[in-house]
């Protein structure tokens, strides 16, 4: 689901922001009022409990059913709630549904809902499940994620359009919601904590057709609620007095947009937001900093960094040419240099975190001469690559670097940084023909490594940007999906990782570790590994502490 542009291109909801002009969202300087500058020590009694972070770009759309990328990842999690949810360590809990049981065969799922309402006050039923997951496959609503669920008795008749309900979902009461598969399938649980398996009021969002109406004021039963969206400048999100969970302490969670790390960085400093992503720039000296370092959560992402080729290209269908791309470049100065070594170096599609990751895969070397040998079998004389990447200051660098090193391997290298929206539009276009991207897990296993960006039926709007098809790997991944032996599905996937590894569709670059820095007003803070399990439900701010 969430390929994005790679270096400093995701701070994730731990990332702090500028808020100025943001109603109670940090100091609001006045000279006339508070003369000496000095900050008080009691908060007013009105005074809002406001947390603010950034990300570099908006949600695309807030329909469950076409949640695609991180940043529409991130904000379903405030707003809406699956079945089970992921905690902040990657684990599977309870959502919507309170408990649930397995059948001993592995291929029924009983889940029992809780006492809940969405943010309208409208009780979540049965009835509400049966229709979110109805209208995600059926074919009016043409969303791209129906193969998430392809696993469950009677979606191939839903999603041709032959039946209009889906048989292997029962619901025989208001509280009790029956899946039926047609074969075991063991991430079938995480799969139901995914953006796109939230529920929503039956009939909320159209009936047979997508309701765009929906979006601007969206339903859900998550702790938070659209309350205002100033597009390419900031969402606001208010408390849902109707949540079922614990109660919430925060009043008000604002996500705004903006690039540049530097004002994020001046604007944590003078305590105009609550955390932040610690930048390249700043780290080596914050590090070193006993009152900034203390304060630092670390977080190994489930995401893996390459530039990818595109491979249906003329040029780059030869993979001796994409492996030699691969040798030119220097990843490990890249990692080292450019990355500052936070993280681990990939070698291969999975991360590190995930079971069935392998330290020792062997790395493909920074070897020039290798390279220029692979150019000259497959014929290739004189080739001339339009490189395409995002306009932060990580990935230009990335891209410089990546653009000398082909040169010295005789590769012209045409540098093209455009804004994420036609970034993103070019890559499904199949336009570039190198790009810097990223790959975040959608749920906690092997298979979602490689199944969306490799899969052929993934292409493009799946999320194998780079075209690359291979009927071999697509059997192996289709058998090993379905297989019921933990151990055996594990080796198959594997085997399938080193057919991507010899294939060579992306230059694997790393896997990241991100820091994060909260104020000491903060309380509660943990951020999370996947991307919508954020939904700061248990942190709270002292305002005594917090300047005003």
Known sequence: MRHTQSGLVIMTAACGLLLAGCGGSGPQGNDKANPTGQTSAKPAASAQKVFTYANVAEPRRLDPAFMYDVYEGIVSGYMYDGLVLFDPENKVVPGLAEKWEVASDGKTYTFHLRDAKFSNGKPVTSADVRY??????????????????DNVTGVEAVTSGTAKELSGLETPDPKTVIFKLDRPYPAFLTKLAMPNAVIIPENSAGVEKPDKQFEAKPIGSGPWVLDKWVHDQRMEFKRNEFFWGNNVKLDKLIYQVTVNDRVQQQQFEVGNLDTYAVSFTVW???????????????????????????NNKPHLKDKRVRQAISHGINIKSIFENLQQGRGIQAHGSVPYGIEGYRPDIPPRAYDPEKARKLLAE?????????????????????ASAIKSDLEKIGVQVNLARRDTAAFRQAIVGGEPDLYSYSW???????????????????????GNGCRYSN?????????????????KRIEMFQKAEDMIIEDCPWVFSYHRRTYNISQPWVQNYKPAIMYNADRYTDVDIDLAKKPR
């Open 471 to 487: 009927p071999k790997f697509d059997k192996l991944v289709d058998a090993a999906q379905n297989e019921p032996d933990p151990k």
């Open 132 to 149: 979110s997951f109805t209208r995600l496959l059926r074919p009016e609503t043409n969303s791209n994620r129906k193969w998430l669920f």
């Open 378 to 398: 497959a014929g290739v004389k004189d080739l001339t690559l339009n490189y395409w990447f995002t306009d932060d200051n990580l990935t230009g660098e990335i």
């Open 284 to 310: 080596p000296q914050w590090s070193r900093d006993p009152a900034k370092r203390d304060r630092m959560m670390p977080v190994q992402e489930l995401v893996t960094f390459y530039v990818a080729m595109m």
């Open 440 to 462: 975040w897990l959608d749920y906690p296993d092997i298979e979602n490594a490689l199944i969306p960006s490799f899969h052929t039926r993934n292409i493009p709007y799946g």
